[in-house]
Nanobody, 117 residues
Framework: QVQLVESGGGLVQAGGSLRLSCAVS????????MGWYRQAPGKQRVLVAA???????KYADSVKGRFTISRDGAKNTVYLQMNSLNPEDTAVYYC???????????WGQGTQVTVSS
């Protein structure tokens, strides 16, 4: 059974940093991309950052220059380094893996990030 296990969320003051990790447990064939979405209270889930097996990355405009996504292929783990955090970054962050021709989505359980002003 495939699981995406997240860690690294928490409470931080504005201007601070956090690093999220997402480890894949089990085997996912033909990953197209992995990354992170986030969902703030009362808002839709939105893409934050994504990375392909080849290392191509994509970021939401709101996090460009502050967040960095990376991957360790050997460990099947994706990381999200978040710097210069502000209260608008407060949300539940969900790791995902998109795989196969039908682009099936696997999801992590979510990790809370809270940024205090």
């Amino acid at each position: 059974q495939v699981q995406l296990v997240e860690s690294g969320g928490g409470l931080v003051q504005a201007g601070g940093s956090l690093r999220l990790s997402c480890a894949v447990s089990g085997s996912i064939p033909k990953i197209n991309a992995m990354g992170w979405y986030r969902q703030a209270p009362g808002k839709q889930r939105v893409l934050v950052a994504a990375i392909t097996p080849g290392g191509s990355t994509k970021y939401a405009d709101s996090v460009k220059g502050r967040f960095t996504i990376s991957r360790d292929g050997a460990k099947n783990t994706v990381y999200l380094q978040m710097n210069s955090l502000n209260p608008e970054d407060t949300a539940v962050y969900y790791c995902y893996a998109n795989a196969g021709h039908n682009e099936f989505y696997y999801w992590g359980q979510g990790t809370q990030v809270t940024v205090s002003s």
